[in-house]
């Protein structure tokens, strides 16, 4: 089975930079279509980022846009989440997910991923 680490997450302030990492293990990496997911108390679970298997495509919500950047390394079996201009209201809990299928419609509905990591706190304050 696949398990996810996801790890990165910490306290910082509005405007600075924050990289998010997820390492795998258990399945070949290059399989896995990989996604970042965030969930703030209260909220339901938003969509923030998707990347495809080999890295050739991916996808971003509309409230990262332009500000985060998705990546992988698939030799490392690690995937990133480059936060920049971070917002308060970007503070959450963030998840990486990743699933056997391909990127598809669906990458963004978090009901579709098969595995997650166990979360990270990023707290941005004013």
């Known amino acids: 089975q696949v398990q996810l680490v996801d790890s990165g997450g910490g306290l910082v302030q509005a405007g600075d930079s924050l990289t998010l990492s997820c390492a795998a293990s258990g399945q070949a990496f290059s399989t896995l279509t990989v996604a970042w997911f965030r969930q703030a108390p209260g909220k339901e679970r938003e969509f923030v980022a998707a990347?495809?298997?080999?890295?050739?495509?991916?996808a971003y919500g509309d409230s990262v846009k332009e500000r985060f950047t998705i990546s992988r390394d698939n030799d490392k079996k690690t995937a990133l989440l480059e936060m920049k201009s971070l917002k308060v209201e970007d503070t959450a809990v963030y998840y990486c997910a990743a699933r056997y299928q391909a990127f598809l419609r669906d990458y963004e509905r978090y009901l579709a991923y098969n595995y997650w990591g166990q979360g990270t706190q990023v707290t941005v304050s004013s």
């Open positions: 990347i495809s298997r080999g890295g050739g495509s991916t």
